[in-house]
DNA sequence: ACACTCCATCGACGACTGTCAATGATCGAG
DNA sequence: CTCGATCATTGACAGTCGTCGATGGAGTGT
């Protein structure tokens, strides 16, 4: 595995444009993309991102994402580690819910927010 | 290879937020991802979106991006596929350019762009 | 015609990824 | 305490990915 569990979310790099990017920046940033670099991550981000109440639990995902339970956990295991959704513990249940804030550093990190050169 | 050459730009897909993503969709935007996904493709894109001109030719990527041609020459073709990046021969030379509407359509599904419900 | 530069493709190899069945850990209910 | 439910972890396997050396094709200059 070449995870060293880093929960730190994505939100350290400029923008794309503005300069080149350094080797950790880099690295950092792919983490993240690669994460929403699958189709059953982007399902289970935006089942997430439009639920309700802001938090889903396991079992109501993994019938939406069509894949068994532990693909399921690790894929949102891996959306963990790169800081795009957090968990909580509710009794039996654990509640996951996107970070905002991880999604909105990547969208900087894709461009300029409004008209900047 | 599982890729068949399609040259849409990644433009297609509503934002993350709004509604569960269709399998199509998610297919579609996971490859626009998952381009990005990786550190050298992110130096390469950054390198072409902060030149002066615009483009740059595969003989100055090389260098900064620290990989042998070959390998410079593939994380290119991935871009091209994904739609990220346009490719324009000059005499010898290929010149790349980033394509600044398939960014924004990703950065567009990663949230919304201004005080969008 | 010839040599040289630029770049894409091919072939190969190790590493990583997505997937599932089986197992383990944790918690609530009875 | 025991049973059942929920979820993470493990082990295994096929497929894909990133990388490079070698090759090939196209264009330029002499």
């Known amino acids: 595995m070449a995870l ?3 929960d730190q979310p994505v939100e350290c790099c400029p923008p794309l444009q503005s300069a080149a990017l350094s080797d950790a920046d880099a690295r950092t940033l792919a ?3 690669a994460a929403l670099g699958d189709p059953v991550r ?18 109501d995902l993994v019938g939406p994402a ?3 339970q532990p693909t399921v956990s690790h894929h ?5 580690e790169a800081g795009l959704v957090t968990v909580e513990k509710r009794g039996t249940n654990n509640w ?6 991880a999604l909105e550093a990547l969208r900087t990190v ?3 927010p409004a008209g900047v050169v």
């Open 31 to 33: 983490r993240g993309f």
């Open 110 to 112: 894709l461009g300029a």
């Open 76 to 80: 949102l295991r891996i959306l963990r």
């Open 4 to 6: 060293e569990l880093l």
């Open 96 to 101: 996951y819910a996107a970070v905002p804030g």
């Open 42 to 59: 982007l399902r289970l981000l935006s089942l997430l991102a439009t639920s309700t109440d802001g938090a889903v639990c396991v079992c």
């Open 66 to 68: 069509g894949r068994s």
